[in-house]
T-cell receptor, first 113, second 114 residues
């Protein structure tokens, strides 16, 4: 059974800091890994998708890496801003699970002005 | 291109009633998945439909059911509602069969069972 863990559960940083969110998964037979953000009471916004054959993806101030063999992914946020405050979720798709996402519990990020 | 839409956005029901939620995927997307989000359990997979066929099902009781129409719109139904069914129900759509594409989520339907 695939399990996804995110550390830390919560993080509070001052504006401008660079930060790293961690995600680990137990079954390395994944098809891809996706990072999302969720604002309170809202749906999920896709941030980055990393295919299992890729090592990293970048979008603006965000960079996500994937080490499939060790079951780890990191999301790097550069020069954090108060608008980055949200819950960040990582999710994996197993190779035989169609589009079924298995989510971690999320990291609640607060960026203080 | 319009995003994933879900209706209704908010719903209040009482125990024992049934409810139907609707999801319209992004135009051209044929895969629709449903998730339940609660503070205690996080995001849990309910089921996935592709081209009107249920492809995957999560570990939920039979009170939870769904279907997909020929235009890819999907509905999920919960019968005999329980207090524990109070949650945010999210649907996601993607274009691909094998999950290699980004999944896009709707804003969710918040269900409160009294």
């Amino acid at each position: 059974k695939q399990e996804v863990t995110q550390i830390p559960a919560a993080l509070s940083v001052p504006e401008g800091e660079n930060l790293v969110l961690n995600c680990s998964f137990t079954d390395s037979a994944i098809y891809n890994l996706q990072w999302f953000r969720q604002d309170p009471g809202k749906g999920l916004t896709s941030l980055l998708l990393i295919q299992s054959s890729q090592r990293e993806q970048t979008s603006g101030r965000l960079n996500a890496s994937l080490d499939k063999s060790s079951g780890r992914s990191t999301l790097y946020i550069a020069a954090s801003q108060p608008g980055d405050s949200a819950t960040y979720l990582c999710a994996v798709i197993r190779e035989t699970s169609g589009s079924r996402l298995t989510f971690g519990e999320g990291t609640q990020l607060t960026v203080n002005p | 291109k319009a995003g994933v839409t879900q209706t209704p956005r908010y719903l209040i029901k009482t125990r024992g009633q049934q409810v139907t939620l609707s999801c319209s995927p992004i135009s051209g997307h044929r895969s629709v998945s449903w998730y339940q989000q609660t503070p205690g359990q996080g995001l849990q997979f309910l089921f996935e439909y592709f081209s009107e066929t249920q492809r995957n099902k999560g570990n939920f009781p039979g009170r939870f059911s769904g279907r997909q129409f020929s235009n890819s719109r999907s509905e999920m139904n919960v019968s005999t509602l329980e207090l524990g069914d109070s949650a945010l129900y999210l649907c996601a759509s993607s274009s691909a069969l094998a999950g290699e594409e980004t999944q896009y989520f709707g804003p969710g339907t918040r269900l409160l069972v009294l």
